[in-house]
């Protein structure tokens, strides 16, 4: 898995899309926050992550279901989710090397945020 994603900005005018994106010099868009460090991946599972292609695309996809869910909602919703993702990182980390493991929470934290997203989709941000 990428330490960052990146996107083109040629296109773009070197315009990124969000607050904590940076156009460097190559006009590139590079993010400055990446959903997991692999450089500085420590526990077991994070290593794991880094490693196999399927879990750094929950990984990512996550990550982004999370920003945006976070993004939509009113501060209290916002809090519950919060909540609930320090819970699935616990429950992740709690797998240790079993890919499997990993997959079963990844796909369960994965669909409640696409639970979230239906809702605001259905009724709106806030």
Known sequence: MQ???SLDCANL???????DDICDSTNTCSRLTAPLN?????SATEKVICVNYGLGQLEARMATL?????S???????GDIQDAQRAFLKQRDA????I??????YESRIGQLQTVMERVKE????
Do not use: H, I, N
């Open 72 to 78: 939509f909602v009113g501060m209290g919703q916002r």
């Open 123 to 126: 009724k709106g941000p806030f």
């Open 38 to 42: 692999c450089a500085a991946a420590k």
């Open 95 to 98: 797998c240790g090397r079993s």
């Open 100 to 105: 499997a493991c990993m997959r079963r929470a």
């Open 13 to 19: 005018g070197c315009d990124c899309l969000r607050c």
């Open 3 to 5: 330490q960052s994603s």
């Open 66 to 70: 999370y920003e945006w869910s976070t």
